[in-house]
């Protein structure tokens, strides 16, 4: 690691206004003041712009002076920084963290209370937080509000999805600020769970457009004891406020200082594909506490999945309530039960003839007949196998063909009992030899009726991934609060859904084509996503001819998903017998790499479009992605990318003629041709259609 930090003052100076700090190439810059009330207060500026108005910063207390008022400025210090790092797995083989940092020491003369605020400025944007240090009248406290606002000064489109504290798994709306109105959306979506206070209140990450075409992303990074920031919008005025998480009496932190928030962030830029690139929000978390990361492998996977959520298989073993039913209160197998010994067998046998590294187990546990709607508190106990699963020949029969197993947490929220069990389940894992587990929040928080986002939760899952690493187990969660880049310092906290997945187009009204082209502006920017691509058998009338739910895409952007939507861990998440019958499709998924060299986003729009290319780890290898929302697209890529003098195989998986995501969502066509870094290709998207290619060199 290369790291230069410079103690002097760097592009900083006094502007009419306050104090200004520049992003290394000047691009941003950020000024600060204290207003006449003593008032922390910030304005951004993007090529000499104004995007961010005066806004007021600060932290309320309960039953305490609000850190927000009253302030005189002690000291300032800056540093420059420009280094890189590696991590275990990512888009790319390096990540560059430059920027220019300043610290305003405050004292509040009411209190004696120090309060710093520390920004760095990056080229893509700018990033602060609150910083308490150690102090005699400041030990133990509660914050009860944070008071940062974010001041656009325009109208802008926004993609945004209503502000419930317990869920991410919403499609997103493109409207403008002044639109935004939780009270009129349909709710009748498939979502369980709703916990929206207020109309006006958003997620973050909220990725915006000014009417002049600027791209503006609001976010947080490093969100570790504390919740997850919400915004409250103004609608009239543009201005956003943070809305902290509450807990189940409405407090939002218990901290101690010294102690300091989570970064909250802007991103600028006119080029949309300089957002979905940035590193930012890694860049702002602590770098790896694992020292032996060697365990941590990415994962091709298949599962004991999609035939519960199409409804061939059940999860429970007897049916539901059976067990209180029958007379002698002893289960009976309903017949339907999908994860027994014999069917796990078969997917291992498919996982290994296709090359695929684990396989997924799910409903391999007792406590699936009372998991859902009554909400036990102890229903699972993470160890005990159904009586038609065998742990032992199950997970021996895996080692003998080379796959890894990984494990399946339904903790349906029951939180403390999964604490409880979290030792036991481990060692279990470590017994067989599982190297991952996929945890899952199903429903509101047991006993406390805490919110997912709220700091109890996201303390658990950093305790889970932190635990996990001890036992050397990689964590992918799910209805877990969306990540904030955590997984530079947790690298085995290996993927997360925290978002609405692909398993939505399986039992409701789905997701929209323009959602998976919104989610690297939104979900992905704060780590990877378990979105379990791959649905081949895109109608669920062939399972069911009174089904109408459909997956809304081509089968072409199935694939191209798996090189748009980043993740180290990938599902093909059909069934494997849809799989034999387009096998020459699910040549790609085979093919495609899960861990990169390098990424570069060529075209990106949010809401129409994304095209991304990647070099596989370690190899001359690329694969390309290419997706479109509901409107069919065409488009000319330079392949300047690959390596220059070289040639290369490219097989091209691209939409047939007829192609449409909701007409003909199964018309694809694949394509070989010869290629070089001079080359030019022509693409071919339908209607939520999509291109992936594999480009292999030619010896
Ligand atoms: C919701 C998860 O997203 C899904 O993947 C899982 O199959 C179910 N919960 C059951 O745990
Ligand atoms: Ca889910």
Redesign the pocket.
Known sequence: MKKFILGFIVCFGISSWGQEIQSPSKKISVSFSLTSEGKPAYQVSYLNQKIVEESELGIALKNNVALDHGFSLIDRVTTTVNESWQPVLGEQATIQNVYNQITYYLLQKETNRKLNIIFRVYDEGVAFRYDIPKQSNLNYFVVSDEKTHFNLLENHKAFWIPGDYDSQEYAYNETNLSEIDNSKLDMNNGIGVKSIASPYRVQSPLMLKSPSGIYINIFEAAVVNYPVMHLDVDPKKFDLKSDLVPNAIGDKAYLQAPCASPWRTIMISNDARDIVGSKMILNLNEPSKITDTSWIKPMKYVGI?WE??IGKAT?DYAGSQNAQNAADGQLKPSGKHGATTANTKRYIDFAAKHGFDGVLV?GWNAGWEDWFGNWKENVFDFSTPYPDFNLKEVNDYAKAKGIKMIMHH?TSGSVANYERHLDRAFELMQQYGYPAVKS?Y?GKIIPRGEYHDGQTMVNHYNFVAQRAADYKLMVNS??SSRPTGYSRTYPNYIAA?AAR?N?FNAWSVGNPPMHETILPFTRLLGGPMDYTPGIFEIKMNIYDPAKKEQVHTTLAKQLALYVTLYSPLQMAADLPENYEKYIDAFQFIKDVAVDWDQSYYLEAEPGDYVTVARKTKGKDEWFLGAITDENPRKTVLKLNFLTPGKKYKATIYEDGKDAHWEKNPKSYAIKTIQVTSESKIKLNLANGGGTAISFIPIK
């Open positions: 999945w519960m959520h999860w799910e339904e899952g199903v799910h209805e859904e997945g398993e």
